[in-house]
């Protein structure tokens, strides 16, 4: 299971971290993924991380201002957010897909993230 966690209200430039952390297991095996689902629109991907070698990937919307990065336990995964702007304001959600069998797939209920300008 998968436990979002840390959304709030924020203002324009300001930052905040969101965690996402599994029970029972570790994300050595799996990709992570966070995504966001803006009012009205559909969830889309906005960072992610191998949860084995640490390796990160980036939308262009992320790029220099969102970190991702896992514990030493590698049962957390974090999202920094910084300089966030109203456009980021969602429902942020974690996924992690297994990535060797049985290739199971987790999400975790979303947490809220309201930047005002």
């Known amino acids: 299971q998968l436990q979002a966690y840390g959304g709030g209200l924020v203002q324009a430039g300001g930052s905040l971290r969101l965690s996402c952390a599994a029970s029972?297991?570790?994300?050595?095996?799996?990709?992570i993924v966070w995504f966001r689902q803006a009012p009205g629109k559909e969830r889309k991907g906005v960072i992610g991380i191998i949860g084995r070698d640490g390796s990160a990937y980036h939308t262009d919307s992320a790029k220099g201002r969102f970190t991702i990065s896992t514990n030493n336990a590698k049962n957390a995964v974090f999202l920094q957010m910084t300089n966030l702007q109203p456009e980021d304001t969602g429902t942020y959600y974690c996924?992690?897909?297994?990535?060797?069998?049985?290739?199971?797939?987790?999400w975790g209920e979303g947490t809220l993230v309201t930047v005002s300008s």
């Open positions: 029972g297991d570790t994300f050595d095996d799996y990709a």
């Open positions: 996924e992690a897909f297994e990535l060797i069998e049985p290739y199971r797939d987790y």
